[in-house]
Structures are given as structure tokens and as C-alpha cells.
């Protein structure tokens, strides 16, 4: 029975189950200091008990500390060989994922949650949210319960070890576990505990806290106090703050503050059994160690705080006896080991959420660490660079199989670690010293990227793939159709455990730490471009992929990461393709080639034809860009790869193969090199030119030479143009041993002869000149008979202007900088990027290392470690050095490949520089050769400079002797041009004597004052000009750009003339510069000068070089008319613009983060445009940016100036204010309710939108469809001042041109009102005096109660409950008081047609209605005059109301002659309700009624109380005094009303007449009571007088009153109610009515009338979503997937319904799929695809073709649908079948009929034959 009751426990107090002996003593060690008399007892003692007493026994000879089970003697950190399951720790949550959350734990480990280890509600709820198939998006997923850096209790799981020798830890946070050794009894207020929503009640929380028996409660008040909102399975910290019935029910409180806290004390009952980590306990510093401390806390547990935890501020403050505050960490039952923490961040007021949980450095490998402290039996902390503390365990500080030697460790100076990952609750960083780890090229996902090849290990081999470890941290998956590019059968042959394999990366999550790889040989050995984002995929590329699906319609292909692009029909094949699937297959590799990609939208249009045509980017598609090449033009072009001879590009944005030869670099040969060793892939270079073309690729030339000479157009374009005695520039094309050969542009070549190359004796033409190297020719003979020329390279025969050699100087120098810059950037080494900032003549301090075997020295600097530092021998002369000599030098070179710098210690070169002097001439001394480049001295200055090696391009030196060296002097002086060049870096710039061309008229200083003052640089040669303003020059177009026109004017300068300078008045919506072409001459005047930065050259040239340019003007009337210099060099200006100016601007471009458009008026005036201020247009308004295109013209006017800051903005729409009548833009800024809209307007201006100015016909809730920002069209309406309008929304008045209809017209005035006796308009506020509507934005009129509602509302209050404001309310214009603006309006059904505004659900009382009255009064005149008369002469009292009790005495009680006689009318008004119809009184009073039939005249009717009499005498006029009726007119109403009572009475007993009236409904109700005919009836009688409220009622009676049993009467009404609210209610309301029909009506047939509904009444999209609901619920209903199907199929979705009914198969069983199938070929039959039907039933009839019924129906169809022929076809194909007879012959007889109806006389006999044919051959069959 003990066992019994224990399972099934009784009423009453929870039993509680007693401790066993084994825990009692537990107990009692727990709390040592407490002494107990153990009880003497006789009973027997068991077995467990005598082993206890001997084991106390034992551990009396022991001391007394050993007797306390948790006592510490030494510390050390928490390791995973300590863990158990079981173990108690505090954990933070580092990751979340769908299934699993990564929590970090003490010292550094890390574990892992599963889903299933939450609790266990929410692991209920996960299954059944499983096991029924459900969608779960509403389902509360990890990572909406969890959030990184919660700090959680969890309890060890399980300790799984794997083959690789790691432990995977597994933790649980379920309070059942975690609070496991607690009880409902050990429960106490103040405690702190853990707990998951176990279910939301309607007033807070159900926690479990793990304990059974226990309810825990958290208040919802306590939990929105704490900012929480809760929801199933969360995990919350608690504080208990009430405990009742012995723990059974708790009480939490969820306060951060308060639980954080929160301190544990000795009161609270805590043990080593039932302590909990996470706990605040007060603590005593018990012993002070080197690893740790060791705390008492709970007056006699002790503690261990590892070297981790202790605070790092008090690190030597602690001291024995000292009192701290410290949480619990973790507690280890089994040795009683319990850990603490004193970290702040763990403290108050932290503690439950952590800040730092991940670290961006993990995976970073640090130099230069060092020790800081060892603890030998965990590990040791390391001093990171930058200063702050890692930990490293011992394991990772030493390899796998070696020992841990802290020794060792300690002695090294500098260690290389890597941060393998941070611990949250330590706030550390780990460290590893293993040499794997440090080279592992992948340590984290996040290092993987998509296109990467890797190698890995098989792991195992699963059903649906190959799971593959990458590193020790990243492991992998290769899906099946991934391991090879052919689907294997059988992949274990292939594939072995343990083998490596190489793989590439198909796609990396990091988030879900997952990662696909592919073993398709295609894919991994692809040498094409990696498709890794839709940016890679340029138009033009071509790259591997994978065929992920196959259509009819072409086929998908995938890439890596998310990148797929579709390959339609047309580009599968060069051949016609049909059926794709017989052409390609899931998982094939293929090669594709990219058509079009949007980037931004994620699209790609593929092809295969174009890859096997071999197409060219450009060719073959229209719709693809195409490079239009052309000799000369300036193109961009990204390098895409390298190549030994030079680089391979892509010319933007056509993405055009290029290639650009490596000594087309530069026009110095020793420059190319360099650059080339510069440029990396994926650099941009500008301004290339194209210099021919090949079938495979463009060639493009940098060297700014051929560059220039093509742009100011190449003096032969051909042979026929060459003359003699032209001069040409070109480049060495090939050297043979009789001469050079020199190619040119446009494809000419010329040989130099041996004799030719050089004004000195030339013995071997090998070299005399490099391949590539630029140089000048002249033509010295031409063979035209071959076709072929000779030219001369000697520098004596041809020209060298002074100022080229000067800019090649310039550009090399600077091409030099730009290189050596972007090589050390790139390595990103501090030694490269101090080498960068080095240049010629700068000066550095220096070590000799030591002198080398070739006399030269070398040196060191702590500056440039890692760079070679030389002197030569020459650099050495005169200066004594020794190894350690600390000394000065002299940089002359700086060589970033090498990396090398060369110095010099010439003592001339280090004494103090002198000021140089322009114009000034010094002899010059060669120091260093580099390449092209010479560095020499200038005198004794001591001032170095750079000179070009040679003073002409085509300069050369014969013999080795002639070979300049350093310490040769320069032949001939250098005369200082400028003494500091910025060009040069700060060098002088000089020129040589020698060999220079200096203009005849002005000297070299001259030159230079005359550059300095007026010259500008031109942008594309740099060259030297002297135009000025107002000059007329003739200009060449060399380039078209949408704001500006590049022209080349005389001697190769460039120009610039802006778009306002093109053409006068230009259209708006032209393009100006489009109207010219390159290369069209025209005349042009200089108007001013620019300073512009040059992107000609490389985009490693001329960093920030600024050029001035001249700026001109096309304008004829500024070309040819004079015009006053400073008039052209002031320009309009801006100051003297005024508002309301039209002017013509050009769009330049559109910002979108302010919502302006920039455009350009003048080229120093631009101004803004407001995007409100572009069109009028509210669609055109929501693209803004394509309003207009860059370069385009448009008419502007001037809005404002303003002068602080200096702008300018102008208008688009043609209006620059607003005035009332103004159509404009404006953007809603705030929507307010029962108020309006408040719009943002153009110009600064604010308005507002009433809500009557709208809309032109009213509706509910008209705000609904506005939100903030939204633009809308709007009419200035009325200007309020202070830049506020007025403003209105109506269609009516923002597109006065068209004639819009209009419902409800403004209303402008109150005389307005009296032409409209009829309106509507919204309420603004039900108040005392009535309800206020609203009629326009000024008028709002009154609506007395009285003139409300028909019926009688005592309570006002209650007119505010069904009247809300904003409500649309038609009413009626009573009256209208123009003096004082007072409207009296109606709204009684009466008057305006409409329902009443008081729903009759509410059964108020009627009022009475005035014509109603006075019938009665008519009629019962003459019943009342008779005994009144007869009253008058007896002149009896009136007797009291109260003893009234008979309907005869009603007479007497008006008899007050004198009242009567004053006003009869109110004899009248108090009428009673007369008796049937038959009473009547003539001369005296009739006695032919009974008294019961009469009623007393003060009872008032049904529903209608006294004081509502009372009212309605006041409502009402009094009548005049009825005159008395003749006997012939009393006779003539006698015989009307007995014909009108003998019609009622026929009407009744004819049951096919429809009643007319509501008493009539109410008698014929009586008898059918359960007639849903009649209750439908008796709704469309009051639909039909517009009472909704009466007809919604009447449906709610007749739920009420039919009968349980007639389900079907009930769901007629219930499918009429749903009708209504379709028609006249809400969507709410008839969902409403749907859900409640659904409760008393079987489900099916509620979901299809609703269907049904929603379809008639055109709501496609309500009825899809009932029909999907329907699918969903009832699957199995061949019905639902019927109806479906015919819904679809009406709809014109003949291919949805056809995909339905394969849905349909999969749910149906096999035996309904032949019907369903026949049902949706009918449909097809009826309102598809005829052809489509025809198709369904041959298929069925082929799987069953003896059912004869479906012949029947297939045959029915084809007769209505199809022609004579098919209908033949059939018949014949249905009398061949082989079936009964009996069934042909009935086909036999259809067909018969059908020819005699439809054929003729020789079709009839056909089938009388046939059927004669069939008769023979059965008998033949019988006989035989």
C-alpha cells in the first residue's frame, strides 16, 4: 500500500517522502558546528547504518579539519578531467543557433546546450509542434529565448569522448537537473534560483524551478517592471519572495538588481548538497596562495579562487582575514569541490548579462609576447604586445606528445602564440603555442572563402554525403552529388576513412558554422574566375558551375556561395533544344558564360552557346555592352591577371580582354619594371590608350608620349601620309643584327639601318636600344612599290624641346614614388613603409656593419632593420670608417624589390647645402646611375638633384668606355630653373646645357618667372602655353563627356569647356554636348582657367599634381561678337540672381542621402533642387534619381540665395512660391488622428491637410492609407502666413484638367449647405447637446438626439459608444443660420436613406412616428367623441388612474370638459391601441366588443415607456380640432377597412403569398419555427429597407430558435449571416461570424460557403486563402480539392489548378484519384484548356478502359465541346474496346442517336454497319 500511495498520492497535504539514513548523516556533515544528541532507539539497526557509525568511528582519529568533507589545501583551475556529470557551473552564452548554443565555462572550456536540454515544457512543445507537421514560424526559436552573454546555470550532461581523443561537454539548463538536490522544504525567501517558463497565464508566469510539488509564479507586473517580456521555455534568474504551504507555492520576482543582489546566508539553509552556482555569499580570505585563494563562506564551507578569478586591481591586497564578496562559480558534488569568482563583472551590480563574449582577434598570431606568470599545474599568463593578459593552458603550451616545461618557457624572451579563442566569464583571451596552431592557414569559418581550395581528411561517409575535417576547428561536408562530377552508386569503394582529399569551397556559414566543399574535378581544377559574389560575375566572364536544376524552360546553375544565374532555352545549345532533361542532368559541371548580372537585385542571365561559339565580350548580344574600339581612345581597364611580358586587363565597364605590354608602362624603360612588379590584380588603371587590336585581344599603351601623340592625332594614319622629313613616335619593335626595327600607331613599321641608329659608330645593334623603349623617328626613304620606309633614330636629325625633357623627368620620378609607395604598402612591413617615405639627398644616421671584398661598405639603422644599406667605393673616398662607427650619409637610391639603399659618405655631399639661385649654372657630378636616371652633385653646393641619363630620347653611347660612371662630370653646366621643385620631391630642378632648345627670345631664368607667373599646365601633355582670357583659338574635341567637352587647342594643350558653354538656349531635355562628335574643329574663346588634379597617367602618377587648364566657350554670340575680358572673366554671379528667374541649369547628379538634385547653371554657379521641387508627379517622385540624366538641360526658376552658406536653389516644377492654386509635391511628415495630414511642402513651407480634403468620395477611416514620408499631390488651398498653407489632397483639385467624378463635393460656404439638402461628412465629437459633424474644413454642423436615432435613448452616453469620432455619418441639412453659422442636421433614416446610427441588436424602444399618429387619431375620433359628450352632460370626476382596472373607465379618465373643450387634440394624442379592427361606433357607443378587446388609453404600446409620450407631445405640433365625420363618410371607411381586413385575411391563408410586413413574418414564424426559408425571408425583407442591425438581429433569433437536430436549417442561416456581413459588415465582423459557425456547424462545408462568397463577391484573394486553408485542414476531402480546382481554373489558372491536383494525388488514397482526376478534366472541359482535359481523361481511360461510366462522361464533354470529327474519333475507339457486350451496345445506340441527330443519311449507315461487323466477329468468336 506504502508503494501505492506514493504513485497516486491523496487529497490533502502533500506527503512528505522521509530522507533516507545515508542523506541524514550527509546533512549532518554539511553543517558541522551544529552538535546533536543522537537518539537512542531499539530498533535494529540496518546495514547502512553500522557502516556509518564505523566510518565516524574512523574519522574521530583524524583532525579536526579533515573531518570537513570540502577542505582545500592547494588551488588550481577547473580542468576537464574534473568535470563529471553532474558537476554544477555558471556558464555565459557565447553562441546561438537554431539547435545548439555554445556556452563558455569556467577556465576557459567550453560546452555545448542542446535544444532538448532546455526544460522540459519546451521540449514539449517542440514535439508536438513536430509530430503535427505544423509550420513552425510562430514557435520560439533558441535564438529568440537567448541572447550572447546571458550568464545561465547549467549542470554537467554528458562527457562524450570522440576517436580523436576530444571530450564534446554537454550541458543542461533544465531545473529539474540543475536544482535537482533542492526541495519544496528547503525553500526560503531571500533565496536565488533558476527556472523556465513553463506556460503564460492571463496574470504572469508558471516557472519551473525543477521541484515537484512546488508552483512557482511569477507576477506579470514583476516581470514588465524588469523590462522582460517572457515567453514558453525562456530561462530566468529568480528571487523568491514568498513562500507559502511549506514551499508548495512560491511566489518570484525576476528584478536584475534585486537578484544580482541578492546574498546567500546561512539562514537560508544552503548545503554542500544543494548549492548552486551563481550564488552571492560573504566570504572570509581563509589562505593566501601564489595560484589562488582559499575563502570560508556559509559560516563553514570552503572555497577555491583560481589566479583567473581573483580581481586584477587587488591582485596584492588580499590578506588572510580578510572579508570579500564572491560568486560561486562551480560546485562538484562528488568531491564537494566548490569554486568562486571575485572578478567585478560577476559582481553587482553585473552578473547576469556579459558585454565581452567574442573576440574579433581569435585567430590572430602575435610576435613578441612574454611570460608574466607560471602555475605549473594549469598553465601560465602571457603579456600580449599590446599589454593586455592571456592565458594559455598547459597543454597548448607545449606540442602533443612532449612535456609541459615551464622552465623552458620561462626563459625564452619573446614568444609566438595564437588567440585560439576568449573565455566570457574569465574575460581572457586563450593562447596556444602549439606550432600547428600557429600555422594553421584556417583556424576559424571565418578564414574560409568561397572558390578556396582545401585539404582534409575523410571523416565518415553518410547516406547523403562525405564529412571531411579541414582543421582540428573546421570540419566540413562534400554533398553526395559533389564527390565526383558523376553521381557515384557506390562511394564507399571510392572514398576510405582516414584518407586526405583536396576539395573546394562551395559556400562558408559562419554564423551556423558550416561548410560545403565539392570533389568535382571540374570545379577543382578550374583554372577560371571564381563566381564567389554576383559582383564576380561580370558580363563577358566565363566560369565553372553546377546544373542545380533542370525546367522546360532552361536550366539553373549554380556557383559558389549564393551566386545562380539562369541559362534559358535559347543558350543551352548552338543546336535546338526541346527537352532539356535529355541534355543535362542535376550536378553536371558546365561552363558558362555571363550575359547580363544585376548585382543589386541578385540576377544572372547565362548561356552555354556562347561559350562553345567562342564569342567575344560584346558580339553576338544585343543587350550586352559592346567596346567600340578605336585607336587613341582613353579607356579604364582593371588588371585581371600577370604575365611575365605584361598584363592582362579588362577594359571597364564592357569588360573587354586587353593586354598592356609590361614596357609600354612608362617611356622610361628602367621605370616599366618596376611598375609592373607594382601592380597587383584587381588594380585600376586610367586613361590607357588603345593602340591596335587583336582577334584575341586589345592592346593598350601607358606611355605618355604615344598617349599624347594620339590624342592630338598621329601624323600618319597610313602609308600614303608619310612623308619625308616627318618626324614620328614610336617604339623599338625588334632589333636585328642590320638594324631596328620601330612599329608606330595605326599598325606602320620602319626600319632604322645600322648607320641610321646613332650619331655615334654603332659595331653591334645589340644594346644600342631596349625592346619597348620609346624613341623618335624621321623618315628618310620611302619605297612605294613595297610599301615599305626607312627612318633615322639619330638624336642630331631630330628635335627635343627643353620642356619634354623636363616633364619626362617629372613623370618618371613621380612613377618611381608611386611604385615604391604601393610596393611597401601592399607588404604592409614598418621596414617598407619607413623605406617609402625615403628619398634622394636625404640624409640618415648610420652603423658600419663592415667593409665588403669590393671596397664597399655595408650599414645598418634600428630604423630600416630589414633593409640592405650600401656605399660604394667611389662614395667611400676620403672617409675613414670601422665596424660599430656610428655615421652620416646621404641617400642616392631606394630600391623597394631589393629592398636596397645606397649612400654616400662624400664629405661634400654632408657639409651645409648653400642657396641655389635660378638661373644660376653649376658643373654637375654624376653620384649614382639608376636606369634611366643620373643623381649628381651641383657644384659645391651639397645639394643633389635627379637629371635625366641622356639629353635626347634617341641618345646613346657606342663603346663601354663611353658608358657614363659615378664621378664623371656631366658634359656641359646645368642652369637652375627652379631651386625647390615639388615635382622633384623638393630636388632642384635643372636644366642641361647642352644639347637644350631654348625659345630664341627668352632666356632659361625667364622662361621659368614667365612659367611661374601666367602659364598653365595643360592636363594631357603638361606642356607650357600663354593663352589668356578673351583669346579666340581653333579647337580640336578630343573627348565627349555628358558635363564638359574635352578640347585640344595649338601646341597639344588641353582645354575644358563646361555644358553651358555649348549651345545657346538649349531644348530642355537635350543633351548639349551630345551634338558634338571627337575630333570636329571648331572655333572657341578662352573665358578663364581651372585647376584640375590629372588622372591621365597611371593612378600611381602624380598623386595630388595640379594642373591649370584653360576654360572656353563654344557660344557663337561669345565667339564671334567682342566681348569686355573682365566681363568674361566675372560671369554671371550669383548675387545677382533674383527669385522667380528663369534660367537654364543641367542636371549633374542626385544625392540621395539629402534628397537634393545637384545641377550645374554656369561652370562656377551650381544650385540644388529640392526633390519635392523635381516634378509634380507623386509616382515620379518615389525615383527621383531617374527624373533626369547627367549633362541634360532644363528650365529652372530661382527659388532663393542664400549667402550663408553661398547657395543656390532653384525649382523644377515652373513655380518658385507657393500660392494658393498651386499643384505641388509634398512628403506627409505626421499623421493625425481626427485632425489630418501635416505635410512637408516644397520651398520650406508646412501645410495641412484637412481630413474632408481627402478624397472626392468619402470613405471610412481615410488616414488609413497614409504613413509617415509618403508622398503625396497636394493644392495650395489657403496661405496661413509664417510659410503655413492650407492644402488639399482631393483628385479633383490636383488634376484640374481632367474631369474627375465627384461623390462628395467641398463645401466652400455655408450657403453651400442649402442647395445640398444631403451629405455626408465625419464626426468630430459627440457631446451634450448632440452629435458634431464635420462638413468641411470650417463648417461643422449639429445633429440633435432627437434627430439622431428612431429610437428613444435615455442615456446619452450611449451615442458615444456606437458614434466614434472620424466616423462617416450621412446626414440631412435641416436648417441653416448664416448669421451666427449654426447647421442643424439629421440623420434619421428617413430623411437620409441610410441605416439608423443605433444598431436594433440593443432593442431600444421606438419613437412614434407622426403620420402613424395621426391615422389613429382619425380613426379612433369617433370611438372617443360619443361617450365624451355623454361625460359632459353628467359632469362626473374624473376618477384616479390607480383604480382603473377595466378598458371601458379609459373613457371616463379624459372627461375634464373644460380641458377638452380648450384642447381636443389632446384627447387625441392619448389614444390607446384600439381593438380589432371590426369595432367601430357610429351614432352611439358599439357594445359588439368585449371589454377584454379595449385597453386603457394611458397604456402605452409594446416598448414604449410614459416618458416617452411625454416627449413626443413636446416633439410634435398640435393637431387642429378633427372635424366630425358625415354618416355616408363614416359608411364609406367602414367599407374600405372591411375590404382591406378581408385582403389580410386572404393574404394569410395563402401559403405561396409572400408576407409584406414584420407582424406578418412574426405568425408565419410562429407556425415554421425551423424553417431557415422563412427567417432568410424575413432577413431580405428588412435588407430591402436598408435595416441591417433588424436583419443581423433576426439571424441571431433564428441561431436561437431552430431546433439543434435541423443542422442543416442552421448552417442556411448561418451561410445568410456570413453574406451580410460580406455585403454591408467588416472583414472583423464576418470573421467573427465564420469562427462562430465553424463551433456549431461541421467545419467543411462553413470554409467552402465562405469560399463560395469571397468568389461571387470577387474577392480573388480572400477566397485563394480560404481555398489554401481548406487544402491544409482537410486534405483528405476530395471535395475541397475540387472546389480548389474549379475556383483556379475560373480564374484562368488552368496551370495552378493542374499543379493542385498533383498535390491532390500525393494526399489522396489511390481509389479517389479516378474521379478527382475525371473532375478536373470536366473543369478543364467547362473553363480550362480544352486540349488539356482531352489529355486527362486519355490518360485515365489508357489505366482503366472498362469503366464505362468515364467513356460516358468523356464522351458527353466531347459532344457540347468538341467538333463532329473527334466526337467520331471517339466513339469509334470506344465500340472497339474489349468489354461486355452490353455495355457496346449501349455505345453502339449513343452513337447511333448521335448520327441521326448530328450526321447523315450515309453516316447512319456506317454505324449500322459497324455494328453489324461487331455482331459477326463476336459471333465468329463464340463459334470458334
Partial sequence: MASTEEDFPRGGTVKTTQPTKPEKSHVEVDNLFETRAPEVKKKRKSTN???????????????????????????????????????????????????????????????????????????????????????????????????????????????????????????????????KALTSGSLKAGMTISGCVESIEDHGYLIDIGLSGTKAFLPKPSAKAAKQELKLGQYVDCLLEDVKNEGRLVRLSVDPAAISEAVADADHGWTLSNLCPGLLVNAKIKKVTVHGLILEFLSSFSGLVDFMHIDPDKTSCYKNGDEVLARVLYVEPSTRQVGLSLRSHLLPPGGSVLESVQSERVGEVLHGCKVAAVHFHSGAILELPDGTKAFGHKNQLKEPKEPFNPSHLQAQAEITCRITDFSPLEQLHLISLRKSTIEAPFFRYNDLKSGQIVEGTILSLARFGLFVKVTDHIKGMVPRIHMADVTLTNPEKKFTVGNKIKCRVLSVDVAGRKLTLTRKKGMVESPLRVFATYADARVGRIGHGFVVCVKEFGCIVRFYGDVKGLVPLRELSTEHVTIPQQLFYVGQVVKAKVLQCDAENEKLLLSFRAVVEGETEGQGQANKPVFNFEIGKNVEARVVGKVPGGLNLAILPEEAPAHLPMMHLSDHASNCPLLWEALQEGDVISDAVCLSKTKQNVILTKKPLLRACLERGAAATEFSGLQLGLELTGWVKNVMPYGVFVEFPHGLYGLAPKAAMSDRFVASTEGVFQMGQTVRAKVTNLDEEKRRFLVSLKASELSSPEEEGQEMLTRGLQERKAATEMISGRDGSDALQQLSSLAVGSRLKLTVDELLEDASCSFSSDDLSTVSILASEHHLAGVTVTSGQMVKAVVLQVDPRTPQVHVSLLPALLSKRKTLVSGSKHEAQILHIDGDFAVVSIGDTAHVTVVPLTAHLNETFGSESEQPKAGDTLRGQVIIVEPVSEALNGLPLVSREAGVSVKPHLSAAAAAAVARRERTISEGRGSLHSFRCGDVVTALVSAIKPMQVRLTLPGDVAGWAHVSEVLEDPEPGSFP??????????????????????????????????????????????????????????????DDLLPGQELTCYA????????????????????????????????????????????????????????????LFLSLTGTHTLSPGNVVIAAVSKVMPRVGLLLKLPFGGKGTASILDLLDSYAPNPLQQYSEDQLVRCCILEDNGKNKYHVSLRPSRTHPDKKLPITDAEVLSIEDLKERPVLQGYVAAVGDKGIFVRLSRTITGRVEYKKATNYYVKDHSLYSKHVAPDMLLTVKVLSVNSENSHVELSTLPADTGKADIIPESLRLPLRKRLEK????????????????????????????????????EVYFREEDTESTE????????SKSSTGPARLKVSAGFSWDATLSSLRPATSAPDHQSSAEEEEEEEEQPVEKKTQKKTRKAQEAESKREEAELRQQEAELMDPAQRPQSTHAFERLLLASPNSSLVWLQYMAFHLQATEIEQARAVAERALKTISFREEQEKLNVWVALMNLENMYGSEESLQKVFERAVQYCEPLPVYQRLADIYAQSDKIKEAEDMYKSMVKRFRQEPAVWQSYGAFLVRQGHSDAANALLQRALKSLSNKQHVDLITKFARLEFQHGDKERGKSMFDKVLTSYPKRADLWSVFIDLMIKHGSQQEVRELFDRVIHLSVAVKKIKFFFKRYLEYEKKNGTPDTIQAVKQKALEYVESKGAEEAS
Fill in 1148 to 1207: 549633374s547628379k542626385y544625392i540621395s542621402a539629402i534628397k537634393c538634385l545637384e545641377v550645374a547653371v554656369t561652370p562656377k554657379i551650381t544650385g540644388t533642387v529640392e526633390m519635392l521641387a523635381m516634378t509634380t508627379n507623386a509616382k515620379e517622385a518615389k525615383r527621383p534619381e531617374k527624373l533626369v540624366k547627367v549633362g541634360q538641360a532644363m528650365k529652372a526658376k530661382v527659388v532663393s540665395v542664400s549667402t550663408q552658406p553661398k547657395r
Fill in 1413 to 1448: 399618429k395621426r391615422k389613429r387619431k382619425i380613426t379612433e375620433s369617433t370611438v372617443v367623441e360619443a361617450p365624451l359628450e355623454k361625460k359632459r352632460k353628467k359632469k362626473k370626476k374624473k376618477p384616479n388612474a390607480e383604480d382603473n382596472d377595466s378598458g371601458v
Fill in 49 to 179: 547504518q553500522q557502516d556509518e557509525e564505523q566510518n565516524a568511528k574512523k574519522g574521530k582519529k583524524t583532525k579536526e579539519d579533515s573531518l570537513k568533507l570540502n577542505t582545500a589545501s592547494s588551488v588550481d583551475i577547473l580542468h576537464l578531467k574534473d568535470l563529471k556529470v553532474g558537476t554544477l557551473l555558471l556558464a555565459c552564452v557565447k553562441e546561438v543557433t537554431d539547435f545548439e548554443i555554445v556556452v563558455g565555462l569556467p577556465s576557459g572550456l567550453t560546452g555545448y546546450l542542446p535544444v532538448t536540454n532546455i526544460c522540459e515544457s519546451y521540449n514539449k512543445l517542440l514535439s508536438e509542434k513536430l509530430d503535427s507537421g505544423e509550420n513552425v514560424e510562430d514557435f520560439a526559436s533558441l535564438p529568440h529565448l537567448f541572447s550572447p552573454g546571458c550568464v545561465v546555470r547549467a549542470v554537467v550532461s554528458s562527457l562524450v569522448e570522440s576517436r580523436e581523443g576530444h571530450v564534446s561537454l554537454k550541458v543542461s539548463i533544465n531545473p529539474k537537473e540543475v536544482n
Fill in 1073 to 1134: 554636348t551630345s551634338t558634338l562628335k571627337v575630333g570636329q574643329e571648331m572655333q572657341a574663346r578662352v573665358i578663364g582657367g581651372r585647376d584640375v588634379v590629372s588622372h591621365k597617367f597611371l593612378p600611381i602618377s602624380h598623386p595630388g599634381f595640379v594642373y591649370s587648364q584653360p576654360v572656353l566657350s563654344l557660344l557663337p554670340r561669345k565667339v564671334k561678337e567682342p566681348v569686355d575680358r573682365n566681363v568674361l572673366e566675372a560671369g554671371i554671379k550669383m
Fill in 1462 to 1469: 380648450k384642447d381636443p387634440a389632446k384627447v387625441l394624442a
